[in-house]
């Protein structure tokens, strides 16, 4: 079954950073210490602002990140608390080191999903990508969760580093035994972004008709090997309405700093609609990202074309040639 997931106006997902500290420098990492934080939070901090999103409201699930979230020694807490506290769901998501032997202190029962990240379907192009020995790293871990009997989904950042390999993906995800694969798309974001893009080019995002042309048909031939695919919608179709997810879910982008966003694109800016003050959270005054949703633009996602407008092409009659989808808004494969 192939399906656009529509945005849930009855969840919360929370993504939380727990820390910003990482063993990797991957290429396109999109932490920023600037911008997030170079502090680590402590446990009570991290329970308090759990509470905060009234996760028995809602069905509410969880992502724990960091930097490498396993790298903090309250992550088993951490999980804990949410359990407690009523999360629906839990995930983490890690680089596949999987420190603090994690795995021995937390269980399948209160972890959902443990997500890895690879960036290539051999070892010279990941690390090449995420830091040498990365590869081997991650496909340890991932036969250790496995075979502790946690369920493991794995994400993949599609760039022009390593798109002519993603077709080779479905093979090895069949032999890791990795249950849900998310294919994602890479973003400028981060402090990378900034060195590595000098104003009106995009050399590591794939043009449109690339995309178009090889992620839906590796997301295919992945699912007719039984694996759940997931990837972003990035392009409307002509008839497709646009919809902004910072208006209609409740996603919360959550750092050590305080800072919670809506939009995970504004996460450079000090646009933050949210933030935690005393352990509560509480809106921004001022201009905030939340201003920006409101905005109805004929190239669709507002932000796309304030911080990336070098992908947005025009046809002849200088219209866009593409609407940009909500970041958030996915496709999704589920296996007959
Ligand atoms: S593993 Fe994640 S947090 Fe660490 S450097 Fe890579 S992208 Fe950044
Ligand atoms: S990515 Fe664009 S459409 Fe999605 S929440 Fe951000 S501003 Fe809204």
């Given at each position: 079954?192939?399906?656009t997931?529509a945005?849930s106006?009855?969840a919360?997902n929370?993504f ?9 420098k991957?290429?396109?990492c999109?932490?920023n ?7 680590s939070?402590d446990?009570a901090t991290i329970?308090?602002w759990?509470a905060a999103?009234?996760?028995?409201h809602?069905?509410?699930n969880?992502?724990?990140?960091g ?10 807490g951490?999980?804990?608390d ?14 596949g080191?999987?420190?603090n032997?994690?795995?021995e202190?937390?269980t399948?029962?209160?972890v ?7 960036d290539?379907?051999v ?6 990508i ?6 081997k ?10 075979a ?9 950042t599609?760039?022009n580093l390593?798109l002519?390999e993603?077709?080779?993906m ?16 890479i973003g ?9 893009h000098p104003a ?5 995002q ?11 048909r ?7 090997r039984?694996?759940i ?6 392009y409307l179709?002509?008839?497709e ?11 919360y982008?959550?750092f ?11 996460e450079d ?10 352990d509560?959270l ?8 939340a ?6 633009i004929?190239e669709g ?5 304030l911080?990336q ?6 046809n002849?009659?200088?219209?866009p040639r593409?609407?940009?989808a909500?970041?958030m ?8």
């Amino acid at each position: 079954m192939h399906r656009t997931v529509a945005f849930s106006r009855s969840a919360v997902n929370v993504f939380f950073h727990i820390l910003t500290a990482c063993n990797l420098k991957c290429r396109h990492c999109y932490i920023n210490p600037e911008q997030h934080g170079k502090n680590s939070l402590d446990p009570a901090t991290i329970r308090n602002w759990l509470a905060a999103f009234n996760p028995r409201h809602k069905k509410a699930n969880v992502i724990f990140l960091g930097g490498e979230p396993t790298l903090h020694p309250g992550l088993p807490g951490a999980v804990r608390d949410a359990r407690r506290l009523g999360y629906h769901s839990v995930t983490i998501d890690t680089n596949g080191y999987l420190f603090n032997d994690i795995l021995e202190k937390v269980t399948p029962g209160q972890v959902d999903v443990i997500s890895f990240s690879l960036d290539g379907a051999v070892a010279e192009t990941n690390d090449r990508i995420r830091g040498k020995g990365s590869f081997k790293a991650c496909l340890e871990g991932i036969a250790r969760a496995r075979a502790a009997g946690f369920s493991t989904s794995l994400i993949y950042t599609v760039s022009n580093l390593n798109l002519d390999e993603l077709s080779r993906m479905p093979e090895l995800l069949e032999k890791t035994g990795i249950e849900h694969f998310f294919i994602q798309v890479i973003g400028l974001r981060g402090p990378w972004a900034e060195k590595d893009h000098p104003a009106g080019t995009a050399p590591r995002q794939v043009a449109a008709s690339r995309w178009l042309e090889v992620v839906p048909r590796v997301a295919r031939q992945a699912a007719a090997r039984g694996i759940i695919v997931t990837y972003p919608k990035v392009y409307l179709e002509p008839d497709e309405p646009f919809e902004c997810a910072g208006l209609v879910a409740e996603n919360y982008f959550v750092f050590p700093n305080g800072r919670v966003y809506r939009c995970p694109l504004c996460e450079d800016y000090p646009l933050h609609s949210l933030e935690f003050a005393d352990d509560r959270l509480v809106a921004r005054p001022g201009i905030t990202e939340a201003r920006l949703f409101n905005l109805s633009i004929a190239e669709g996602c507002v932000m796309n074309k304030l911080i990336q407008p070098q992908n947005l092409a025009c046809n002849g009659r200088e219209n866009p040639r593409h609407r940009i989808a909500c970041c958030m808004l996915k496709e999704e494969i589920i296996p007959d």
